[in-house]
């Protein structure tokens, strides 16, 4: 979104004799190109072949008695009109009412061409693949697939009234596969991965969907050797120690992870286990310029040799812990998560009993004690290291002692950023 116009907007508004004293916009406009594909068929009337545009601006105003607002400008709104009836709404946050000044901002590898051209209607690159994947999953005899393509391209543009002026643009490609209705997989980065790794991404999801497609005998109910995919990596472990160092439930006191342990830098997990992100490595999904209140993209330790460091901090709850505002997460394949030293997937598999694919309940789990049961729906059971058929079940325990036990290792998984995480943990077959 042009802000000239939003600005002047800015500058003109009065309600009831108040007027905006500090400001933040931050505008973008886009391109995407998506298609879906339901039960093998691609563009059909449930998953359309769609090229949309947007355009929009995030605000933060604050008034001239203080009072704070924030919201989100479409292109067809006037703004004007908007920030009189956002006024309305205008709320009093001492530690919300600041914006950030001039910075020096890296550049970053975020654009790529023939990702814009994809998002512009450029279907070849996405039609040969659509091809593979129809050849791999009739080689396999699968009964149906479905999943998706999508290509986006965006230009956005932060300012403030302190000053700050910053422009970037960037792409963004993605795809998933799920075969059979179950086994699932993708990919998601500034860029399209090399034909190479598309193919071997590709068949090793074909030969998981295979490995699942036979059960295996049930498991004696017990403690076992379970190996969590990646996937479950993020979607619970990394999770949740992320919304525990988040800065908002530090400071309301609703993490494990307490201020005074920022501080003191207490050790809170294994002695050799971290957690940091780097949002400036070339064409990752996670990488970015700037993030979303204005602070410059860099390296960011959250935890260091178990120790905590620093929680994830923008500039409302930086000022209320008196720390200084951190660089985001953004996407998963920039954060740094674990161990220096991995054990080989291979080598994993032959200390596992069940690696687990998928799970279920991770949004009802309690996150400050940490103690978790999820319903496993996709497991694999192994023997003398190969997968023996599936399993389902349900796995139980306390992250918080899973992360701080000797027992734990971290494992490389192929085509995975995130490493796999095998420890001794509850397995209850069903």
């Given at each position: 979104?042009?802000?000239e ?22 505008g ?8 879906g ?8 009337a449930h ?6 545009e ?10 001239s ?7 989100t400008?479409e ?44 998002a ?20 396999a ?9 999508s ?23 993605g ?13 998601s980065?500034?860029?399209?991965e ?7 991404r ?42 525990n ?23 809170s997990?294994?002695?050799?286990v ?96 940490g103690?978790f ?33 000797d ?9 995975e950023?995130?490493?796999?995480m ?9």
């Open positions: 979104m042009k802000l116009p939003v600005l002047k907007a800015i500058q003109a508004v009065r309600v009831d004799g108040v007027t905006i004293d500090r400001w933040q916009l931050h973008t406009e886009s391109r995407r190109l998506s298609l594909i339901k039960d093998r068929e691609a563009g059909n998953a359309p072949l769609s090229l949309a947007g355009s929009s601006a995030r605000y933060l105003l604050v008034w008695d203080g009072l704070v607002c924030r919201g400008l292109r067809h709104q006037d703004p004007r009109v908007a920030f009189e009836e956002a006024r309305a709404s205008a709320y009093e946050d001492e530690d919300a009412a600041h914006v950030l000044g001039p910075a020096e901002f890296p550049d970053v590898k975020i654009y790529d061409e023939d990702t814009a051209a994809i512009g209607g450029c279907t070849d690159r996405i039609a040969e693949r659509l091809q593979w994947i129809r050849e791999a999953i009739n080689a005899g699968s009964r149906t697939w479905s999943g998706s393509f290509a986006s391209a965006s230009d956005s543009r932060m300012l403030t009234s302190a000053g700050l002026d910053v422009a970037s643009r960037g792409t963004s490609f795809w998933f596969v799920t075969v059979d209705g179950e086994t699932g997989d993708g990919f980065a500034r860029q399209p090399d034909d190479d790794e598309f193919k071997a590709l068949a090793y999801l074909m030969q998981t969907a295979r490995q699942v497609a036979k059960d295996a005998a049930p498991l004696p109910a017990g403690t076992h050797s379970v190996l969590l995919h990646p996937r479950v990596v993020e979607n619970y472990v990394l999770s949740t120690l992320m919304q160092l988040d800065g908002s439930a530090v400071a309301h006191d609703e993490s494990a992870f307490d201020r005074s342990g920022f501080r003191s830098g207490r050790a997990l294994r002695k050799d971290g957690l940091s992100i780097d949002p400036l490595q070339p064409y990752k999904g996670g990488s970015y310029r700037f993030t979303g209140f204005g602070l410059p993209a860099a390296p960011c330790t959250y935890i260091e040799d178990g120790r905590l460091v620093q929680p994830i901090l923008n500039v409302k709850y930086a000022r209320r812990l008196d720390l200084k505002p951190t660089p985001v997460p953004f996407g998963n394949d920039t954060v740094r998560f674990g161990t220096s030293s991995r054990l080989r997937y291979e080598d994993a598999l032959a200390q596992s009993d069940v690696l687990v694919l998928s799970v279920l309940g991770v949004h009802t789990q309690d996150r400050i004690s103690d049961s999820l319903s496993a729906p996709l497991a694999l059971a192994i023997s003398a290291g190969t997968p023996a058929g599936r399993l389902r079940g349900t796995i139980s325990g306390n992250l918080w002692e899973t992360l701080r036990s027992d734990l290792q971290f494992v490389d998984v192929p085509h950023t995130t490493p796999g095998l420890f001794p943990c509850r397995f209850d077959s069903k």
